[in-house]
């Protein structure tokens, strides 16, 4: 294994922990369902809400080519081996295309929820609330916003949200995004 390969797989593993809401070993879609819930309250959005709903759709559709990728099927569990497995296989063999097709959604989504002026990017106030809302210290966020902020204007684009959640699952940035 590769340096890289041994940093995302600490992370993955990290984040297999993190949505296993019900620590029972396994990733289910509820797991996908309650971690959008929970990132959407924590931007007082109700559960029927446009933006809510859009998060929802796409944590399921992450869950359900995770779980069609590990031979699961679209309703399946992951163990945590799978969940590693196919997602390596995205970052590291698919290829940036298909990784941007599978967390594309989820990185609009959360950008339409942080989104307060709707110009289709986030600024450092709403990139730290939206990481507080996974449980990274405000701190921490700020400090990350910096390093993320790859162009400098002061905004964060899906491009460069998505570039910085390769660049930390590839161990190319040090910075807390996983709350």
């Known amino acids: 294994m590769t340096a890289a390969t041994d940093i995302a797989n600490e992370r993955l593993r990290k984040r297999f922990a993190r949505w296993d809401q019900n620590s029972?070993?396994?990733?289910?879609?509820?797991?996908?369902e309650k971690e959008a819930a929970q990132i959407a309250q924590a931007f007082g959005k109700s559960a029927d809400s446009a933006e809510a709903q859009a998060l929802h759709a796409a944590f399921a559709g992450m869950f359900r080519h995770l779980a069609v990728e590990a031979g699961a099927g679209a309703d399946g569990m992951l163990s945590e081996e799978d969940f590693v497995r196919v997602t390596q296989k995205l970052m590291f063999q698919d290829g940036e295309e298909a990784f941007n097709t599978v967390l594309g959604p989820v990185m609009r989504s959360i950008v339409g929820l942080c989104?307060?002026?709707?110009?289709?990017?986030?600024?450092a106030d709403e990139f730290v609330a939206w990481l507080g809302a996974v449980g990274v210290d405000s701190a921490q966020a700020a400090d990350a916003f910096r390093q993320v902020d790859t162009n400098g204007n002061g905004e964060l684009s899906i491009e460069e949200l998505l570039e910085a959640v390769r660049n930390f699952h590839f161990g190319r940035l040090e910075v807390e995004l996983l709350g």
Do not use: M
Not at 24 to 32: K, P, S
Not at 115 to 123: H, L, P, V, Y
């Open 24 to 32: 029972n070993g396994t990733l289910e879609q509820a797991d996908f």
């Open 115 to 123: 989104d307060k002026n709707a110009d289709g990017q986030i600024n």
